[in-house]
């Protein structure tokens, strides 16, 4: 049986695509900034919420490709090779970005000095 796609102007497919291009990094933002704010925890709810953004992002590039026709930034249909790919960039970039907060956390360089 045909799969059938949601065309991309669809509602609930801006929605997608908005969430993993834009709403997902701001949330991976915000959990980054609350990490090297903090006292140096190693896990928190931040770090959970940032893995937790980042798995709903790889989700939600697979869903806007198989059921809303995701397409790449060249207009082209994006495959799953696309979301491979994708999700590996984007799991390796969180990697090094979340050991690089944690590291920023335990130094305190960014952190407000109490007086």
């Known amino acids: 049986m045909a799969q059938q796609l949601v065309p991309t102007e669809s509602p609930s497919g801006c929605l997608v695509r908005l ?3 834009g709403i997902g990094n701001i949330v991976l933002l915000v959990c980054a900034i609350y990490i090297v704010h903090t006292p140096a925890r190693f896990l928190s709810f931040a770090d959970l919420g940032y893995w937790l953004s980042v798995l709903a992002m790889i989700a939600v590039r697979y869903v806007d490709i198989h059921r809303y026709g995701g397409a790449t930034a060249t207009g082209e249909p994006a495959t799953t090779a ?10 390796a970039g969180a ?13 305190g360089i960014l952190s407000p000095t109490l007086n």
Do not use: D, E, K, S
């Open 19 to 21: 969430f993993w291009m």
């Open 82 to 91: 696309h979301w491979r790919r994708y999700a590996i960039r984007l799991t």
């Open 95 to 107: 990697l090094v970005a979340w050991i690089g907060i944690h590291l920023l956390a335990l130094t």
